[in-house]
C-alpha cells in the first residue's frame, strides 16, 4: 500500500508539472506561431494596398475586385514625369502698374518623359501580385475579402477600398482559447480586432491595423 501511494503522489507530481509547463509553454509557441503567420498575411495584404493605390491613382477609383485589379496591374503603365519650377512676366500686372517687368508668375511645368509598367514598378521581377489574393497560410485555402466603395465625408466624396481575412481562418489549428484571446485584442503592439485588414469602408484611411513591427519582419 505505502508503494502505491508513493507511486500515485509521483503521478500526480508529473501531472502538475506537465500543466505547469504546458501552461507557460503553450502561449510562447501560440505567440511565435502567430507572428509568422502574421507577417506572412501583413506581406499579402501591403501588395493588395499598392496594387490599389495604384489603380486609384490612375482610374480615379478603388475596385473591389481581384480579377479587375490582376488585370489592371497586367496592362497599367504609370507616366514617367519630371516637374520644372519657371516663370514668366505677370504682363496684365506690370502694365496695370505702367512698368515692363517686376512682377512674375511662378509655375510649374510637368514633363512627361515615358511610361512604366505598374507591375515593374510595384513588384519589379516578382509575379506574386497574381496570387496576393490567396491567405498565405498553410491548409487555408482561403481569399482576402476585398470590398471598394464611395463615401461622403464633410460634403466631399471618396473613394474607399478594404481588404481583411478573420483571424480564425489565420490562427486556425492553434489553442482556441488563445485564438479567443487574439481576436479581442485592444493595444498599441497588437493586431486589434477579430480581423487583420487595410483600408476600411467607413473611414478615409488606407493603413492597415498591424503594428510596425509587422512591417519590419516583413523586410527582413
Known sequence: MKYIIQLLLWLV??????????????????????????????????DIKAAELAHK???????????SLVRFIDTALFANVERRDTSF???????????????????????TLGFIPVKDSLYKKSDR????????????????????????????????????????????????DLIGQEKQVVSVEGVNGPDIKVGSMTEVNTSGNWPKLYDAAGEQ
Open 89 to 111: 512676366a505677370d504682363v496684365a500686372k506690370n502694365k496695370a502698374f505702367g512698368i515692363s517687368e517686376g512682377y512674375y508668375i511662378e509655375t510649374t511645368i510637368l514633363d
Open 13 to 46: 507530481i508529473i501531472f502538475l508539472g506537465w500543466k505547469l509547463y504546458s501552461s507557460v509553454i503553450g502561449p510562447v509557441k501560440f505567440n511565435e506561431a502567430k507572428e509568422t503567420r502574421y507577417t506572412k498575411v501583413i506581406k499579402n495584404l501591403k
Open 129 to 176: 501580385y497574381k496570387t496576393m489574393m490567396n491567405v498565405p497560410i498553410e491548409g487555408a485555402n482561403a481569399k482576402f475579402e476585398l470590398k471598394a466603395g464611395k463615401i461622403v465625408k464633410s460634403n466631399a466624396t471618396y473613394s474607399v477600398f478594404e481588404a481583411k481575412v478573420s483571424k480564425d481562418v489565420v490562427l486556425a489549428g492553434l489553442d482556441k
Open 57 to 67: 491613382e490612375i482610374t480615379g477609383a478603388f475596385t473591389g475586385d481581384f480579377d
